[in-house]
């Protein structure tokens, strides 16, 4: 099992480009969730999923967009790039308990 | 407005001692604490986790302590080893909207020193 894995590991964008974050996970669990870590902040919840084809907001979506058209795969977009959106984003998957489990992050850096 | 707190960024303590880790919470909702550990460029791992109809769990080296009515927990490491090195995050739950949610506090760095 590769429980969560994380598309790609770094990237570097300029302001005003777009890209997408793709997030898989092995485990079969219908929830999947979006955070990013700042410095000296904890993760905060940008979207999440409550299984296939459904999303909600979290605490910062703003900036964000996401789909989840298979069950395994949950993807975060940024349709324009923001040097305030320069983050760690990790992904995580769960039962719908309490536990979750995390990917190893995407260091995004916006020029 | 913070609703999970942790106040030390950083712990340093001698092999072989005592790692207590503290964090505060100030939303009544909260019903499950959880701590997860997590290296440099990985992700977090979950560690060790407590309700909020108990007051202490245990599992090998790590015990977790809950005061409801002070909204503080504590992680214990005993004895500390150096490979303990790593941030800590104590994180609570509550469901909200459609799901169960985390929120997490900011994080504490613990080195143990060899």
């Known amino acids: 099992n590769a429980g969560v894995t994380q598309t790609p590991k770094f990237r570097v964008l300029k302001t005003g480009q777009s890209m997408t974050l793709l997030c898989a996970q092995d485990m079969n669990h219908e929830y999947m969730y979006w955070y990013r870590q700042d410095p000296g902040m904890g993760l905060r919840l940008i979207h999440y999923?409550?299984?296939?084809?459904?999303?909600a907001k979290g605490e910062v979506p703003d900036g964000y967009n996401v789909s989840r058209l298979k069950k395994q795969n949950f993807l975060l977009g940024l349709e324009s790039a923001a040097p305030s959106q320069t983050s760690v984003y990790f992904c995580?998957?769960?039962?719908?308990?309490?536990?979750?489990?995390f990917g190893p992050g995407t260091r995004l850096t916006v020029l | 407005d913070q609703q999970v707190k942790q106040n030390s960024p950083s712990l340093s303590v001698q092999e072989g001692r005592i790692s207590i880790l503290n964090c505060d919470y100030t939303n009544s909702m909260f019903d499950y604490f959880l701590w997860y550990k997590k290296y440099p460029a990985e992700g977090p791992t979950f560690l060790i986790s407590i309700s909020s109809i108990k007051d202490k769990n245990e599992d090998g080296r790590f015990t977790v302590f809950l005061n409801k009515s002070a909204k503080h927990l504590s992680l214990h490491i005993v004895p500390s080893q150096p490979g303990d090195s790593a941030v800590y995050f104590c994180a609570a739950s509550a469901v909200s909207g459609s799901a169960r949610q985390l929120t997490f506090g900011s994080g504490t760095q613990l080195t143990v020193l060899p």
């Open positions: 995580a998957s769960g039962a719908g308990r309490q536990v979750q489990f």
């Open positions: 999923s409550v299984g296939e084809g459904t999303t």
